[in-house]
Every structure is written in C-alpha cells, then in structure tokens.
C-alpha cells in the first residue's frame, strides 16, 4: 500500500517563504514524475510544478523565479520551496507521484493536501 504524507503548510505574510514536502512510504518498485497541484476555493486544480525522474523542471507561469522543486530520491520525497508567497497564491497544496507498484505500470497517487494561506 502506497502512502503519500505531505506537511510544511500553514499561514505567512505575503513576501515571505514556506517549504512543503511530500514523502512516499509504503511497497512499490519505483518513482517517476513528482509534481504539485493547488486548488484554490471555487477554482479548478492546477500544476504549479513537476520534476522528472532525471531532475528535470517544469513550472507554471505564476510561480516561474518563487517556487523551486526539487526531490530526494533517497528519501523518496518531493519538496516545494516558495518564496515572495502572495494572496494569490493561497490554496490547498497536494503532491502527485507516478509511482509503478510492480515495475509493470505507473499510477497516479495524491498526497492529502495542505493548506497554503498568505495574509496580505
């Protein structure tokens, strides 16, 4: 059974930095893609960043230069670093593993989200 436990959220002031992490426990074969989403009330889930298996990067338009992404494959763990946190930017925050439990196939799997809040 796979398990994706994310933590690092909460309240800041707008300008300010917030680190969330996402770590993967459970039995599987291995890791692909790692990605966070965020879903803000009344809005649709959104990629905010992705990180391949290679390191490579990719991220949204509004995030590009703030958040970085990054992984631990040791660790089995995604993080997202934000910086100059605004309003905006206020949202329930979830990680999204492909993970192949067999080593035939890959699965999405969600981590349970955590929330995001920046005052202004």
């Known amino acids: 059974q796979v398990q994706l436990v994310e933590s690092g959220g909460g309240l800041v002031q707008a300008g300010g930095s917030l680190r969330l992490s996402c770590a993967a426990s459970g039995r599987f074969f291995s890791i692909n893609a790692m990605s966070w989403y965020r879903q803000a009330p009344g809005k649709q889930r959104e990629l905010v960043a992705a990180?391949?298996?290679?390191?490579?990067?990719n991220y949204a338009d509004f995030v590009k230069g703030r958040f970085t992404i990054s992984r631990d494959n040791t660790k089995n763990t995604v993080y997202l670093r934000m910086n100059s946190l605004e309003p905006e930017d206020t949202a329930v925050y979830y990680c999204?593993?492909?993970?192949?439990?067999?080593?035939?196939?890959?699965?999405?799997?969600w981590g349970q989200g955590t929330q995001v809040t920046v005052s202004s």
């Open positions: 999204n593993v492909h993970i192949s439990v067999t080593g035939n196939m890959y699965n999405d799997y």
């Open positions: 990180v391949t298996s290679g390191g490579s990067t």
